[in-house]
Every structure is written in structure tokens, then in C-alpha cells.
């Protein structure tokens, strides 16, 4: 019985051994475009070289399921007591100067994430988009993805916008829409 089991071992590895020498490789899985920071709430850093960030993660609660997710973003300065400078950004949805996220109902209509590439700061921002964008309830819809881009100024730090395309899929939720379609999680 041993001795099968041995004959076996050796023509699956011949088989193997063949099958790779023939060209055929197995099936490569894409990385992810992009690599998300994960943010805890509070006070959170990000390096760019010399440049140093915090983008604290905060909460408006208002005793709804509309609660939301906020995010404040600063150059921190070389100096301790110099302002910290508020990197704003130029898109016209949201509170203003923050990105947000923007829950509905069940499903987030808005959601944000944060990620570093070629030592780059990078927001992606998903919103509904769609009749039924505003709408309670979980209906599905594409999101357009806006990517902005810190632009690395001491002086007037913002983002830009980088970016922008509208998701393959249908999802109920932004945040689904950015781990599927934008991190390929």
C-alpha cells in the first residue's frame, strides 16, 4: 500500500512538472490597485515623506440611522504652538470642507476612504447616483467614485480632484461599492 501511494506522489508530480514546462501557469489574482488606511475614530497619522498629516475621524450622531462619519484632515506644522493648516478640499458635496460619509436608511449613500500610493495622499469618495440615490431603503445603484489628491502645498494645503468614474456594479452601500470595485477586496 505504501508503495502506491508512492507511485501516486511521483506521477502527480510529473504531471505537475509537465503541465508547467507545457507554458500553462496557473491563474494570477490582480493585487488591489490601492491599499486603504485604516481609520480608527480620533486622531489618526499619515507620513508623506518630511510632511506630516492627522486626519481625525469623528462622529455626528443625531439620534437617527442617519448618523455619519466625518474626517478633518491637517498638515501638522514643523513647530509646536504654529496652527495646524486644515487641508480643505474643493468638492462641492458634503459639510463643507470635511469629507463625509452620508448614511440613509440602512445603507451608507456616501462613503470615504483614505489611501497612500507613490508616497501620495489620496481620498476616493463613492455617492449614489441614480433615481433612488436620496431614497430609504436598500435599493441597488452605481456609485461614481471621485479620487482627489492632497496637493502637497505648506501653504494652501487641499485636495484636487484626481479622478472620477462610475462603478461596474449596482451595490446598496458606498462602503461595499469602494472595498469591492475600488480595493477589489
Not at 475621524?57 to 496652527?83: H, K
Not at 508616497?119 to 469618495?125: D, E, S
Not at 449614489?128 to 471621485?146: I, L
Request: proline fraction near 4%; include cysteine; aromatic fraction near 10%.
Amino acid at each position: 500500500m505504501e508503495k502506491s501511494t508512492q507511485v501516486l506522489r511521483n506521477a502527480a508530480a510529473a504531471a505537475l512538472a509537465a503541465w508547467f514546462c507545457a507554458g500553462v501557469h496557473a491563474p494570477v489574482v490582480a493585487a488591489p490597485a490601492h491599499r486603504e488606511i485604516k481609520l480608527a475614530y480620533g486622531v489618526n497619522e499619515v507620513k508623506l515623506g518630511k510632511m506630516s498629516l492627522r486626519i481625525v475621524r469623528g462622529m455626528v450622531a443625531n439620534g437617527t440611522a442617519s448618523s455619519f462619519d466625518t474626517f478633518t484632515v491637517y498638515l501638522m506644522p514643523d513647530s509646536v504652538g504654529d496652527p495646524w493648516l486644515q487641508v480643505t478640499t474643493s468638492t462641492p458635496k458634503g459639510l463643507g470642507y470635511n469629507f463625509r460619509n452620508f448614511e440613509s436608511g440602512d445603507a451608507n449613500t456616501q462613503a470615504v476612504a483614505f489611501y497612500v500610493e507613490g508616497n501620495h495622499l489620496f481620498a476616493v469618495q463613492a455617492t449614489k447616483v441614480g433615481p433612488s440615490a436620496d431614497a430609504q431603503g436598500a435599493r441597488k445603484t452605481p456609485f461614481d467614485f471621485e479620487v482627489v489628491r492632497f496637493n502637497e502645498n505648506e501653504d494652501i494645503p487641499l485636495f484636487k480632484s484626481d479622478s472620477k468614474q462610475r462603478s461596474k456594479g449596482a451595490y446598496v452601500d458606498g462602503r461595499d461599492a469602494i472595498d469591492h470595485e475600488f480595493f477589489g477586496r
